[in-house]
């Protein structure tokens, strides 16, 4: 264990953790009757991974575009204007989910609410066999949770590895360690992959966070003449949020990365590419000129169905063109 520099978190902070990993033991316990009880909701700084809010839009049976609306607010998540999101507080930096008895969507908290008070910190680097996840612990004064002395003096020492287990937390890692993988390979690839244009800000989001619109997205006459997608598969999407997920991770990886994952339809991308190279410059501009006044990005309003990731689709076209010959 030891000081390291941030490179493993998916974000950007000044925050200098100490990497703990699954075996570290720890003596904590969090219940009702602490002294601190709700403390850590009363000073909620909740960042939500994408599978979080499929848990809590569900839970409250809400759109994702109502609850990102309704219960969240936006962050820049790193210099190139990634845009993540946390969840809202209100003006007494309250959870607006915690109730007086304790968190109103318990079964479905978010990652970081199971993880506290430690958090995950990313997986090892990519040219390793196995990921390797790390994890830091954050002190913070209001917390009573470690002085067990106080109120369960038989607590036993348990590994963080056990602690992860009582939390239930690995279903959340598994559909949350591709979009994890994503942002690290993201930053990692720096200005290999530049910087993303609005467009691949928007997709970015909408394809990780915004579901509901991610799907529409997929069904639109744009994406279906761009993409090849047999029946079964788009049934699967239309009815599994978890299922739609992964294939939003592999779109991504395509458009932002170039893993061709999802065959093109040759002709029509060729010709969509072409017809849409005067569209896209438009765009663009009337864009840059909007994000000085707003942050599209963010505003589900803004994102149209034409958003496809057309900055690899040219060479993307090149490589469909080839293989059907
Ligand atoms: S979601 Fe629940 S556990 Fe998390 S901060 Fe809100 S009230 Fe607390
Ligand atoms: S502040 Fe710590 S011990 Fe208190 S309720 Fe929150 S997690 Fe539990």
């Not at 109730?99 to 040219?127: I, N």
Request: hydrophobic share 35%; charged share 30%.
């Amino acid at each position: 264990m030891g000081k390291t520099d941030v490179s493993h978190l998916p974000y950007e902070s000044s925050f200098v953790p100490e990497i703990l990993t699954e075996d570290h033991k720890i003596k904590f316990a969090c219940h009702p009757g602490v002294s601190c009880f709700n403390a850590c909701c009363k000073q909620a700084d909740v960042m939500l991974a994408p599978y979080d809010v499929i848990r809590l839009k569900q839970k409250l049976e809400l759109t994702s575009e109502q609850f990102l609306k309704d219960y969240t607010v936006p962050w820049e998540m790193d210099g190139d204007g990634v845009i993540g999101v946390k969840l809202k507080t209100n003006e007494d930096k309250h959870c607006l989910l915690m109730t007086e008895k304790g968190c109103s969507v318990y079964k479905d908290r978010p990652a970081a609410c199971r993880y506290y008070p430690f958090g995950l910190m990313g997986v090892k680097h990519t040219e390793a066999k196995a990921d390797e996840q790390n994890y830091f612990r954050i002190e913070e004064e209001h917390c009573k949770g470690h002085e067990q002395e106080n109120f369960l003096p038989d607590t036993k020492e348990i590994t963080l590895g056990e602690y992860r287990k009582t939390q239930g937390v690995e279903e959340f890692d598994k559909f949350n360690l591709d979009w994890i993988r994503l942002m690290l390979k993201k930053k990692s690839a720096g200005p290999a992959v530049g910087t993303p244009s609005v467009e691949s800000l928007q997709v970015l989001f909408m394809a990780t966070y915004d579901l509901d619109r991610f799907k529409r997205f997929v069904f639109s006459p744009n994406f279906q003449s761009v993409y090849l997608l047999d029946k079964d598969f788009l049934d699967t999407i239309q009815k599994d949020d978890l299922a739609l997920l992964e294939f939003g991770y592999r779109f991504l990886r395509q458009v932002l990365f170039g893993e061709k994952t999802i065959d093109l339809k040759a002709d029509a991308v060729a010709k969509r590419a072409e017809e849409r190279k005067g569209y896209w410059k438009a765009r663009h501009d009337a864009e840059m000129e909007y994000a000085n006044l707003n942050d599209p990005r963010y505003d589900p309003e803004v994102m149209g169905d034409e958003v496809m990731g057309d900055n690899k689709l040219t060479e993307q076209a090149e490589a469909a063109k080839k293989k059907s010959k």
